[in-house]
T-cell receptor, first 118, second 109 residues
Framework: GAVVSQHPSWVICKSGTSVKIECRSL??????MFWYRQFPKQSLMLMAT?????????EQGVEKDKFLINHASLTLSTLTVTSAHPEDSSFYIC??????????????FGEGSWLTVV | TQLLEQSPQFLSIQEGENLTVYCNSS?????LQWYRQEPGEGPVLLVT?????EVKKLKRLTFQFGDARKDSSLHITAAQPGDTGLYLC?????????FGSGTKLNVKP
């Protein structure tokens, strides 16, 4: 089946620094990738939709200058948390949708990345 | 804002019991998916339903998409401890997937 990989799985960073999380579709081209944030025991909250070659679309309440998203190729999207604060600590998950027409609207999830800001 | 509301939020049952999880919305979705998530891992897709009224079976799991494509249900027959996890429904609309509030299921041996 389709595979989406996130890196790193775990990251600890100091307050005020920036950290980048990568999301790669390993065996298919993803025109659209989604970034979610999940707090413990809660559901996934959509942060932004990343389209290859264009600017990301952010959900209401998500600061685009703080959570920078780049979708430079059909297999890679990155989320950069800038000037991280402890309240940014969370589980970040990406998902990727195949190029339309090949597998409907099914999305495939990465393994998630745990971010801890100290 | 949660477009999709799931109920119940928490469910703790004994092995062998049956259960149903509901996913409701006031919005119409072109498709809906169910996922199961283990702590610290990404969600794993269980099923995708597309047609109103569609019923899909996956071993002991039965999924139904409402006729109006606004709601869905997941029924588990003879639950097992291995079914324990967070169950999430996700609706697709306007090029986005929105997740339900989640149902935490605990099946006790």
């Amino acid at each position: 089946g389709a595979v989406v990989s996130q890196h790193p799985s775990w990251v600890i960073c100091k307050s005020g620094t920036s950290v980048k999380i990568e999301c790669r579709s390993l065996d298919f081209q993803a025109t659209t990738m989604f970034w979610y944030r999940q707090f413990p025991k809660q559901s996934l909250m959509l942060m932004a939709t990343s389209n290859e070659g264009s600017k990301a679309t952010y959900e209401q309440g998500v600061e685009k200058d703080k959570f920078l998203i780049n979708h430079a190729s059909l297999t890679l999207s990155t989320l950069t948390v800038t000037s991280a604060h402890p309240e940014d600590s969370s589980f970040y998950i990406c998902s990727a949708r195949r190029r339309p027409g090949s597998s409907g609207n099914t999305i495939y999830f990465g393994e998630g990345s745990w971010l801890t800001v100290v | 804002t949660q477009l999709l509301e799931q109920s119940p939020q928490f469910l703790s049952i004994q092995e062998g019991e049956n259960l149903t999880v509901y996913c409701n919305s006031s919005s119409v979705f072109s498709s809906l998916q169910w996922y199961r998530q283990e702590p610290g891992e990404g969600p794993v897709l269980l099923v995708t339903v597309v047609t109103g009224g569609e019923v899909k079976k996956l071993k002991r799991l039965t999924f139904q998409f409402g006729d109006a494509r606004k709601d869905s249900s997941l029924h588990i027959t003879a639950a097992q401890p291995g079914d324990t996890g967070l169950y999430l429904c996700a609706g697709y609309n306007f090029n986005k997937f929105y997740f339900g509030s989640g149902t935490k299921l605990n099946v006790k041996p």
